[in-house]
């Protein structure tokens, strides 16, 4: 999503009809995870007079007959693109920039819960139940293992020359697919170094297995070396990968930090200071590898590892801020990771808006700064009333501001 101006014009184009099914699906397995403004404006696009008129509408005109703010359509389109609803394209122009929103059908209720992406991030939101219990509403249509699919597709019959350059497969045309952020040809290429033809894996297959890479953040090359473990040769095509021995290696890779993909937001900082590749450690890290390598190498307890998983899950601060909450309590007090002082801090940097190591670090310093001022103050007599009114409170600088991180998280501690 490239945020859009209000006069900047716009287009909605369906590329697949949303039926009652649908609407289903939405109500009971996208809503928990993208939420009821997301969808309002799905619905609001879906329903757009630029749809069918090959007219263009601004997007303040929108906002008027909507009534959502800018602030919330940018929010909205985000989850809508990510969870694959919509996809945004853009020819940027003076005075005014060109929007195509493409919007696409929700996947089917059962292609969802099995989905290696989907179904994990909605079981996390709604539970173990509550998850079964849509399994149970919307069951998977499925055949006997030993058999091997046979159907005869479209390239091999018709044998255009065309096909092959497309890079297309026919599995849920016009369905909202999650965008990945992992390349298919680069997998296709490092299992054909290992000796695995790409050609001998199914469409779902592969497309399984980018999921599963994206999930745990894993690179083409080591999601490739993965696939190798889990392959059997003898199985028919289809059922070659063993998906679960794959989700338990690429569960097991948390452990190893240096095969990650790294996809954060990271701070805004140019220096090469000690303080600075601390900032950029804790923007990559995940929580739970952060606090092990505090530790030594050691596995963190479970009781730690959980209350990692509330403040992320449950208060819902981001990776970064999560470390810089383990890296303060730890200091602070003694080495103790104490729940309630770590759940206090992290939802106070949530209501503060922090996103990066560099946010949660000012905060907590600015936060420092004025207890210390305030237990200075305590010990000064208080001078005589004035009627002159107390002057506001000068801004802290950005150098003023580094010289504080430096105190706290400098080469000094």
């Known amino acids: 999503m490239v945020y859009a101006d209000s006069l900047d014009t716009y287009e909605v184009r369906r590329m697949a009809a949303l039926t009652g099914e649908g609407m289903k699906t939405l109500a009971k397995c996208y809503l928990p995870l993208v939420g009821t403004e997301a969808l309002g404006v799905y619905f609001a696009l879906y329903h757009d007079p630029t749809w069918n008129t090959s007219s263009l509408q601004s997007h303040e005109s929108f906002y008027?007959?909507?009534?959502?703010?800018?602030?919330?359509?940018?929010?909205?389109?985000?989850?809508?693109e990510a969870i694959g609803l919509v996809r945004t394209f853009v020819k940027k122009g003076t005075p005014v920039s060109y929007y195509v929103y493409c919007l696409y059908a929700p996947l089917e209720p059962y292609v969802f819960l099995d989905d290696p992406l989907l179904g994990p991030s909605l079981e996390k939101v709604v539970g173990k139940v509550a998850m079964k219990n849509l399994r149970e509403t919307f069951p998977a249509v499925k055949?006997?293992?030993d058999m091997e699919e046979t159907t005869t597709d479209f390239a091999s019959f018709f044998k255009p020359d065309f096909v092959k350059d497309l890079g297309l497969t026919r599995e849920h045309q016009g369905k909202g697919n999650v965008p990945l952020a992992f390349s298919p040809a680069k997998f296709n290429d490092e299992l054909a170094k290992i000796g695995i033809d790409p050609k001998l894996l199914s469409d779902s297959e592969l497309d399984r297995a980018a999921k599963i890479a994206t999930f745990y953040e894993l690179d083409e090359v080591t999601m490739a070396s993965f696939c190798f473990d889990c392959y059997h040769a003898r199985k028919g095509k289809g059922s070659r990968l063993d998906f679960l021995a794959l989700s338990n290696k690429a569960q097991g890779s948390l452990r190893f930090r240096y095969i990650r993909k790294r996809n954060l937001v990271k701070s805004e900082v140019s220096s090469t200071s000690a303080l600075?590749?601390?900032?950029?450690?804790?923007?990559?890290?995940?929580?739970?590898?952060?606090?092990?390598?505090?530790?030594?190498?050691?596995?963190?307890?479970?009781?730690?590892?959980?209350?990692?998983?509330r403040l992320s899950i449950d208060i819902g601060l981001p990776s970064p801020c999560i470390n810089v909450v383990i890296d303060y309590v730890l200091e602070k007090n003694d080495n103790v990771l104490s729940s309630a002082y770590c759940e206090k801090i992290a939802g106070a940097l949530v209501r503060e808006g922090c996103q990066s190591a560099r946010d949660a670090m000012d905060y907590l310093t600015k936060v420092n700064r004025q207890r210390k001022e305030k237990t200075r103050n305590s010990y000064v007599k208080p001078a005589k009333t004035s009627a002159k009114p107390q002057e506001?409170?000068?801004?802290?600088?950005n150098e003023e501001i580094d010289a504080l991180l430096d105190e706290l998280y400098g080469e000094s501690k």
């Open 392 to 397: 506001k409170q000068e801004e802290v600088s």
């Open 143 to 145: 055949l006997p293992d």
């Open 64 to 80: 008027r007959r909507t009534l959502v703010t800018s602030g919330t359509f940018e929010r909205s389109m985000k989850a809508l």
């Open 276 to 309: 600075a590749q601390k900032i950029q450690l804790m923007d990559e890290t995940k929580p739970y590898a952060y606090l092990a390598m505090l530790q030594g190498g050691n596995r963190p307890p479970a009781s730690d590892a959980r209350l990692l998983e």
